[in-house]
């Protein structure tokens, strides 16, 4: 098993040090998916939410998420984030909005979990804005993509398991 870098040999929680690691350019691609109702996504695509633009608010809402990542994951970095860009791709089968998220950072660390904070959040506001038409929504498959850049290289995902 690979040694988990946030615990001490204690087993203590603890921020990695990275002040000695080499400043690469970095990316990490996540997604993620709201499935709901054929009527809940005719709301989106009409622009007849109730609560207003529920794809601008989203954006907005991950692009924010991203960016406050340290904040709200025990033991993430600060980054000077150089690029978070969020984006939708309407299903009709099954019907929902697919969420993707891209975040770039030239630094000592990778920019993983903000890519994935900023799918989350996204899908988060995406139900916040449709939920009087349909509570029954879900926030399914989210997931790292790809990452590229720092010391273990590039990952890409496999196939999407089935839901």
């Known amino acids: 098993m690979t040694r988990l870098t946030h615990l001490d040999d204690k087993g203590a929680a603890r921020m990695v040090d990275v002040s000695d690691k080499a400043a690469t350019h970095r990316t990490a691609q996540a997604e993620g998916f ?4 054929p009527a809940t996504l005719a709301l989106v695509e009409r622009g007849d939410a109730k609560k207003g633009d529920v794809l601008a608010a989203a954006r907005i809402a991950g692009i924010m998420a991203a960016k406050k990542t340290h904040e709200l994951i025990p033991l993430c970095h600060p980054l000077a984030i150089t690029k978070a860009a969020v984006n939708f791709e309407i299903s009709q089968q099954p019907p929902g909005i697919r969420v993707g998220a891209e975040v770039k950072v030239a630094g000592p ?5 903000e890519a994935l904070t900023a799918v989350t959040v996204a899908c988060l506001t995406i139900y916040d804005m449709l939920k009087a038409a349909d509570k029954a929504m ?8 790809e990452k590229t850049g720092g010391r273990s290289g590039t990952y890409r995902a496999a196939e999407a398991r089935k839901r």
């Open 109 to 113: 660390t990778g920019v993983e979990m």
């Open 34 to 37: 709201v499935a709901m109702a």
């Open 138 to 145: 879900t926030l399914d498959a989210i997931r790292l993509l």
